[in-house]
Each structure stands twice: as C-alpha cells, then as structure tokens.
C-alpha cells in the first residue's frame, strides 16, 4: 500500500523524528545540566555565572552537530565547578539520571501514536531516524510507546543529519526508494531540507507557527502539516 500526502505525491514509506516531531522533553538536558552546574557549585561554597545557560547550549550545540560527544560537552561543563576527577563521575550520574527522567517523562506530539499506528495497521513502513546519543534516544521512544519501532541514531549509524548518509540508512532500513519514501520533521534545515538534498519526500511539521520568511523560502514540493494526525486520517 502506500499513503497519498498530497494530491501528486504518493509513498510507500515514513521515517520520522524523534524529538520536537514524535515528542519532547521539555529541554531534559539543559535543565538537568543546569542543576547539576548549580549542586556542584553550592558543594564547593561557589556561586554560579550569569552565562550559565548560553555556556551549556553551546556546548550542547556542539555536541549536536558532533563536534562533542555528550560526555565530553558535560565534562567541560562540569569542570568550572569541580575538579575533573569528580566531575568525570557527577557526567556518570548525569547520564543515568537523565535515560530514567526521559523513559517517564516525554511528552507526546498531538497525534502521534495514532498516526503512527494506522500507518502499520496498513502495512506502511515506519523507521525513526534521529540525531542523538544512546540510550537516551532509546528511552525516549519507550517513553512514547514507540520502542517496536526501528531505530536509527546517529550515534550507531556514523551520521548526523542532514548529512545525506544518514538519509541513505533510512532508505536502506525501510527498504525503499529515496523518492518513494517520506522523512517527518520539525526542523527545517536539518530534517526537511536535508531530506529533500537527499532525494526523499520532505514533510514539515514546524513546533510554531512559521515565520513568513521560512514559508516563502520552503520548497514547492515540500509538504507541510499541523499535526501528525493530518498524515493518517
């Protein structure tokens, strides 16, 4: 079978994002960065700086187009409040304490589930594929009901998107042709047009309203909806 998006576009397969598209974490890693930055200093009789959450965005930025591997980014982090022994251990900690809060505490897309699982109730291929490290990625999708689903994270796979590699695995995963299968995103220059670069069909779900800017320079051929549920009615 295969699933009309749009009166011209037709394809027998979806690959989805994971995070702000299936669901979100309400900036886990930020905000757990921070407490920690602010528990370390308190235990040493410090005071936090004021840049405190520009410093941990960029290096979380870093880590993100994989410039930084996530332990590295909390590490440095860390190190301006701890001595680098302990702040080896307190990443450890970050990290276990991190997969549990993201394995009870995602918040789901509005229509997610019920898209994903009419698509499979007709036979339609579904993959994820998204940026990020394990297992947190794995115990965000648990958290949503969707760990039946295949998995690509960038981590095992050896790409970030929107590097036309990560695309291609997607491809290869499902079974498809690139210009035959969907990718669902709600980023624009990572999961849209890095999808489109890479041959597949674009589908835009944008967490707000876009700007006008983005809409007058999106692509014709890319399809944009309001929810998930637009793409299984």
């Not at 930020?30 to 959450?53: D, Q």
């Not at 591997?69 to 304490?97: C, H, N």
């Not at 998995?151 to 796979?157: K, N, Q, R």
């Amino acid at each position: 079978m295969a699933v009309r998006l749009s009166p011209e576009i037709e394809v027998d397969a979806l690959g989805f994002d994971l995070d702000h598209t299936l669901g979100f974490d309400d900036r886990l890693e930020l905000r757990t960065m921070l407490r920690y930055a602010r528990e370390a200093a308190a235990s040493r009789g410090a005071a936090v700086g004021g840049a405190l959450r520009e410093h941990a965005s960029a290096l979380l930025a870093l880590a993100r187009v994989g410039q930084l591997t996530i332990d590295q980014a909390m590490a440095i982090f860390l190190g301006a409040y701890l001595p680098a022994s302990r702040a080896k251990a307190e990443v450890a900690r970050w990290r276990e304490e991190v997969v549990a809060e993201a394995r009870v505490g995602m918040r789901p897309a509005p229509g997610a589930r019920a898209c994903i699982e009419r698509l499979q109730v007709r036979g339609i291929p579904v993959a994820i594929l998204t940026n990020g490290w394990s297992p947190l990625q794995e115990a965000k999708a648990q958290s949503l009901g969707l760990s039946h689903l295949p998995m690509l994270i960038s981590e095992h796979i050896g790409a970030l998107k929107p590097a036309p590699e990560a695309f291609a695995a997607l491809v290869s995963r499902l079974g498809t042709r690139p210009e035959r299968t969907a990718y669902v995103g709600d980023d624009l220059d990572g999961d849209v047009l890095g999808a489109r670069a890479a041959a597949l069909v674009a589908v835009w779900v944008p967490e707000r309203d876009p700007a006008a800017a983005d809409l007058r320079a999106l692509p014709h051929d890319v399809v944009t909806v309001r929810t998930l549920a637009e793409l299984a009615p």
